[in-house]
Structures are given as structure tokens and as C-alpha cells.
């Protein structure tokens, strides 16, 4: 069965620091990949996903993603933070040859911006 | 264009009622999924549906069902409902699922259970 481990439930970091929320996957089977980050009092927001192709995922907002097979890894990256990206970030898995489209998330990383 | 809408935004029902959820994708989009989070178990997902066909399905009791309709609007029922149900439910739509296009979501109807 596939599962995701966000190791961190809280990262604090200053203002134009650059920061890396870790997300490690199990699965049997190939798999798709995603981040979404959810702001306080609303619903969740895809940043990026990888399906195939370059193991490197730019999303919005500045972020990017890069997919490690061998670590089974998806870690998200921002070179440079804002106040504003201060929100729950979420990793989530689909498993991609079983024909069930539904997600599978992570704990979630408090991501903590000060200035 | 319009987002995804959820209606109502807070629910408060007693152990043992039954609520239903209502949720409007955007428009043109097929698909819906829903999904529960809550502090102790997270996000887990409860189910798809896809032309009004339950494509989908999560590992939740056969108290949580729901359906689409012809519209592609989605509605959430929890039949029975205990103390372990309070969440947020938050509904996500796309054109065709999650591996072809963007999944958008809701703002959640927050369901408290007294």
C-alpha cells in the first residue's frame, strides 16, 4: 500500500531564507506526485505534481520539486521565502497504474515565516 | 470563472443525526472527489465521482456515501453520525481526474458533531 511521510510537522524559517520541506514515499508501483499548500480557513491549492518526464517540477509561486526514484523522495524547495507562504504544506501520492485516481497525503509541514 | 463552492460552510448536528453536504464544481469539470481532515487522521480520501458514476472509493464506513448529478454537482451524506465525524470536508473538482489535469478544492464545510 502507498504511503507519504512528510518528516517535519513544523519548519520555521526568516524572510528570504531559503527552505526544503522533505517528503518520502512507499509504494510498490509507479506513482504520481504531488505538493499542495493550504492557507488558513481554506481549501487546498496544487502547486506541482510530477506524472513523468523531467525529474525536476517547477510550480507556482516560486516553488519547485524534484523527484528522486532511487531515495523515493519528492522534496519541495523555495530559494527565497516570503511572509506570505507561511501555510500547511501537503505531499501527496497516486498510484499511477492501479486506475484508482485518488490521493494519498502526508502528515503536512507547518511552513513558519518570520521576518 | 467560478471556483469550487461548498455549501454550508459550518454544520453543527448532535451524535446520531445525519447530515448531507452539498458541493458545486467548477463548470465543466466531470470529476469530484471528497475528502475528510481532520487533526488526528490528516487528509484521507473518501471518494470520486465521475459522470455521476462512483469511480473512486476510500476505506470509510458505508455511512459515508454520496452521488453526482447530471449537472456534475455532488452531494456528501453521513448517516448516524458520531463524535469522530467532526472534520472538515473539503470537495475538489477537475476536468477529467487528478492525473491529466489540476484539481481544485473547495473551502470545506466544517462539520461539528456534539
Known amino acids: 500500500a502507498q504511503s507519504v511521510t512528510q518528516l517535519d510537522s513544523q519548519v520555521p524559517v526568516f524572510e528570504e531564507a531559503p527552505v526544503e520541506l522533505r517528503c518520502n514515499y512507499s509504494?510498490?508501483?509507479?506513482?504520481?506526485l504531488f505538493w499542495y499548500v493550504q492557507y488558513p480557513n481554506q481549501g487546498l491549492q496544487l502547486l506541482l505534481k510530477?506524472?513523468?518526464?523531467?525529474?525536476l517540477v517547477k510550480g507556482i509561486n516560486g516553488f519547485e520539486a524534484e523527484f528522486n526514484k532511487s531515495q523515493t523522495s519528492f522534496h519541495l524547495r523555495k530559494p527565497s521565502v516570503h511572509i506570505s507562504d507561511t501555510a500547511e504544506y501537503f505531499c501527496a501520492v497516486s498510484e499511477g497504474n492501479t486506475g484508482f485516481q485518488k490521493l494519498v497525503f502526508g502528515t503536512g509541514t507547518r511552513l513558519l515565516v518570520s521576518p | 470563472k467560478a471556483g469550487v463552492t461548498q455549501t454550508p460552510r459550518y454544520l453543527i448536528k448532535t451524535r446520531g443525526q445525519q447530515v448531507t453536504l452539498s458541493c458545486s464544481p467548477i463548470s465543466g469539470h466531470r470529476s469530484v472527489s471528497w475528502y475528510q481532515q481532520t487533526p488526528g487522521q490528516g487528509l484521507q480520501f473518501l471518494f470520486e465521482?465521475?459522470?455521476?458514476?462512483?469511480?473512486n472509493k476510500g476505506n470509510f464506513p458505508g455511512r459515508f456515501s454520496g452521488r453526482q448529478f447530471s449537472n456534475s454537482r455532488s452531494e456528501m451524506n453521513v448517516s448516524t453520525l458520531e463524535l469522530g465525524d467532526s472534520a472538515l470536508y473539503l470537495c475538489?473538482?477537475?476536468?477529467?481526474?487528478?492525473?491529466?489535469?489540476?484539481?481544485?478544492f473547495g473551502p470545506g464545510t466544517r462539520l461539528t458533531v456534539l
Open positions: 509504494s510498490s508501483v509507479s506513482v504520481y
Open positions: 510530477y506524472l513523468s518526464g523531467s525529474t
Open positions: 475538489a473538482s477537475s476536468t477529467q481526474g487528478i492525473w491529466t489535469d489540476t484539481q481544485y
Open positions: 465521482y465521475f459522470s455521476e458514476t462512483q469511480r
